[in-house]
Nanobody
Framework: QVQLMESGGGSVQAGGSLRLSCAAS????????MGWFRQAPEKEREGVAT???????WYADTVKGRFTISQDSANNTLYLQMNSLKPEDTAMYYC????????????????????WGQGTQVTVSS
């Protein structure tokens, strides 16, 4: 049974940094597409960053240059380093895996991802 558990969320001021972690069990990081998604109140869930088994990453335009996705095989964990945070980054952040695909990880939306964590809240104040 696949389990994804996020951690690292919290409250920070604008300009600050956070690193989100997604610990996987029953699933091997780097085996298929993985990604980070977020959902703000009254908004649809959107892709933030995805990564394929080879390490090729995709980023939403709104986070390019500020966020970095990475995967650690030794710890079987996916990370999202978030720098220069803005109030508009405030949302619930979810880790997800598409256990059926290994390519074009960023070109498909949240509906393509079939395994999800419970989420971790990120709040950025101005």
């Amino acid at each position: 049974q696949v389990q994804l558990m996020e951690s690292g969320g919290g409250s920070v001021q604008a300009g600050g940094s956070l690193r989100l972690s997604c610990a996987a069990s029953g699933y091997t990081v780097r085996s298929t597409c993985m990604g980070w998604f977020r959902q703000a109140p009254e908004k649809e869930r959107e892709g933030v960053a995805t990564i394929n088994p080879s390490g090729a990453a995709w980023y939403a335009d709104t986070v390019k240059g500020r966020f970095t996705i990475s995967q650690d095989s030794a710890n079987n964990t996916l990370y999202l380093q978030m720098n220069s945070l803005k109030p508009e980054d405030t949302a619930m952040y979810y880790c997800a895996a598409d256990t059926r695909s290994t390519f074009r990880c960023g070109s498909r939306g949240p509906a393509a991802y079939n395994q999800w964590g419970q989420g971790t809240q990120v709040t950025v104040s101005s």
